[in-house]
Nanobody
Framework: QVQLVESGGGLVQAGGSLRLSCAAS??????MGWYRQAQGKQRESVAT???????SYVESVKGRFTISRDNAKNTVYLQMNSLKPEDTAVYYC??????????WGQGTQVTVSS
């Protein structure tokens, strides 16, 4: 049974920073990533990182967010700097195993006040 434990969300003022963590139990995963869903909007991909370290970002966070991973700890991180009110959302960790099966975290709330 794969479990994803997220942490690091919270309330921050615009311009501030937060670091999200997602620790995955079980085997080593291929791609790991972060998604977010703002109230009344569809869930969107924020950033992904492959097992080899290749990264991709949604345009709106480029230059502000950094995704990284520690394979020894099966953990993926999202460093979020220069946060904006429009970054407010529930952030979800998502991982893919070697067979393409997807697992989701429970979500962590990020609220950015103006």
């Amino acid at each position: 049974q794969v479990q994803l434990v997220e942490s690091g969300g919270g309330l921050v003022q615009a311009g501030g920073s937060l670091r999200l963590s997602c620790a995955a139990s079980g085997r080593i995963f291929n791609t790991m990533g972060w998604y977010r869903q703002a109230q009344g909007k569809q869930r969107e991909s924020v950033a992904t990182i492959s097992s080899g370290g290749s990264t991709s970002y949604v345009e709106s966070v480029k230059g502000r967010f950094t995704i990284s991973r520690d394979n020894a700890k099966n953990t993926v991180y999202l460093q979020m700097n220069s946060l904006k009110p429009e970054d407010t959302a529930v952030y979800y960790c998502k991982v893919w195993n070697a067979y393409g099966v997807v697992f989701w975290g429970q979500g962590t709330q990020v609220t950015v006040s103006s």
